[in-house]
């Protein structure tokens, strides 16, 4: 890749960054700089220093330091003081954006949804904060009775993934916060910067210094660090389910509390009597998104046999059709992958699963522009009739490749559907209720969508079954992932 043939203008144009905000200020990671690429062109524009476990520890001391003042203020003086610094950060959303789609490779218009999105999730919390209301069960005996208080845990660990660095940050660090915790996050070593300048941002705004705090580095020192700090009383955790599962046995000494949204494999059955173009349409944006990466993309789509052909060749219409190109570039619809590495495993398991006997419909590989040679574009990509133990099937594909099956009825779509480790989303296209319902009832996943794009609501709990995850984020649910409750029980004495 480019990377390494970088001319010396370039080389010199790299920004070095400290790594890690803590306590209201930079403070200077001591592990050796990671590099911050530009997946358009491949080329590093940044270099962020690694946390070691003692900047980790610098971090984790701070939020402890703030968490008593913190969870001492009234829960609606949080949310107070938290909305005044969203709309700090609201302020310098233009900076932010194109900041986002530099270090990630969405596009411009995707990096606004994400931003928005994320600033959203913490005004809905915001406004949460002042409608709580908790448990007073009177007269258990007479002159005798129960509350449920809700006490904050302490220091929370927030850990994120690279596909919606601030969405992701957001949805955990919104419910934290407003129950009365402290916060350290670590982004994704590939996108620290939208993260740390999010929370300057928020420091500026008046939150106070340490309440939350970002420390950029490696998973393995220090994501680990800070699972295993402890004085982290509970981890927030979104990424792979191997990385998931290895976090839960960190936690288990101490029964730390510990929440996992994990991969997913998403499946979608169109039914015979659907609106098929809406249906086709959803498939494909839900596939494509931020280039099909996405935990809740549609990641295996069942079509009734009597409607195959028209649904899938209305799928691979809209792939062929999408623009790619930088994601800063004028009416580009969808951007580079990530890394090189994701690419080269997309790449993989398409060209595997086409080896088991799947056929390729469309895409199956980058695209042929000169222009876009030095990033990492892969064109959208669809997959027919891919065998039941291939890697399409089997495996989570985060990237722009889309397998259809056709199936025969609601049966055995909903088998097909549930015969998968993940159950993180689901969604069903059908005019019949009974159908409908049916499929809701039986698909074991946390959402399913009917009739409509796969779309996550603040107002509604998400988290996934199976390996999918543990613990839900979203909606009043959230808080019960950041707060201890205790019975109290008053006598008259
Ligand atoms: P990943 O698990 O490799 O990394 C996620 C984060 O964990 C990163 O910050 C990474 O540095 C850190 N990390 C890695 N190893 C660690 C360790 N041993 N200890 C502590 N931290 C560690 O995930 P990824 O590949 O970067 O992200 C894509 C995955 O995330 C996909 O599987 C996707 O489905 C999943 N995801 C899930 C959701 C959800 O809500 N369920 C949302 C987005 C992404």
Request: with cysteine; hydrophobic share 45%; aromatic share 6%.
């Amino acid at each position: 890749m480019s990377t390494t043939h970088q001319t010396p203008a370039e080389a010199a144009a790299v920004v070095a960054h400290a790594g890690a905000f803590v306590a209201g200020a930079e403070h200077q990671n001591s592990g050796d700089p990671l590099p911050v690429v530009n997946p358009a062109n491949g080329r590093p524009f940044a270099a962020v220093g690694a946390a070691s476990p003692r900047d980790v520890d610098v971090a984790v001391e701070a939020a402890s330091r703030a968490f008593g003042e913190w969870s001492a203020l009234a829960v609606s003086k949080r949310g107070e003081i938290l909305g005044r610094a969203a709309r700090h950060v609201e302020d310098h959303l233009e900076e932010l954006i194109p900041l986002l789609t530099r270090e990630q490779g969405k596009t411009l218009r995707d990096s606004r949804i994400e931003l928005t999105k994320a600033l959203d999730t913490l005004m809905h919390y915001v406004g949460l904060s002042k409608a709580l209301r908790g448990v007073h069960t009177p007269g258990l005996d007479p002159g005798v009775d129960g509350f449920v208080l809700r006490r904050p845990l302490g220091v929370v660990a927030a850990i994120v993934p690279w596909n919606f660095p601030t969405t992701l940050l957001c949805n955990k660090l919104a419910p934290a916060l407003v129950a009365g915790n402290t916060v350290v996050a670590k982004p994704a070593a590939t996108t620290p910067l939208t993260t740390l300048r999010f929370c300057e941002l928020l420091f500026q705004g008046g939150l106070p210094a340490g309440v939350f705090n970002v420390v950029s580095g490696s998973g393995a020192v220090a994501g680990e660090a800070l699972v295993a700090h402890p004085t982290v009383r509970k981890v927030a955790f979104t990424g792979s389910t191997p990385v998931g599962e290895r976090i839960m046995q960190l936690c288990a000494p101490g029964v730390k509390r510990v929440t996992l949204e994990l991969g997913g494999s998403d499946p979608m059955i169109i039914c015979d009597d659907a609106d098929l173009s809406a249906a086709a349409s959803a498939a494909s944006m839900g596939r494509f998104y931020n280039c099909g990466q996405a935990c809740l993309a549609i990641k295996r789509v069942y079509v009734f046999e009597s409607v195959a052909d028209e649904v899938i060749e209305q799928i691979v219409a809209k792939a062929s059709r999408l623009r790619l190109g930088p994601g800063d570039a004028e009416g580009v619809q969808m951007g580079p992958m990530h890394t090189a590495g994701g690419r080269a495993e997309l790449a993989d398991q398409v060209s595997r699963t086409l080896e088991a006997g799947g056929s390729l419909l469309v895409g199956g590989g980058p695209p042929d522009a000169a222009e876009l040679a030095d990033g990492f574009f892969y064109r959208p990509t669809v997959v027919a009739d891919a065998p039941q133990d291939s890697p399409m099937a089997v495996e989570e594909v985060f990237g722009p490749a889309l397998p259809v099956w056709r199936v025969a009825d609601l049966d055995e779509g909903i088998a097909r559907a549930n015969g998968s480790q993940f159950g993180l989303g689901s969604s069903v296209w059908t005019r019949n209720l009974a159908r409908a319902r049916e499929a809701a009832a039986r698909i074991e996943a946390g959402y399913t969508w009917i009739n409509t794009r796969t779309k996550v609501y603040d107002e509604l709990p998400f988290g996934g079954w199976k390996a999918s995850g543990y613990g839900k984020e979203h909606a009043e649910e959230a808080f019960d992932y950041y707060t201890e409750t205790k019975a109290v029980v008053v006598g008259d004495g």
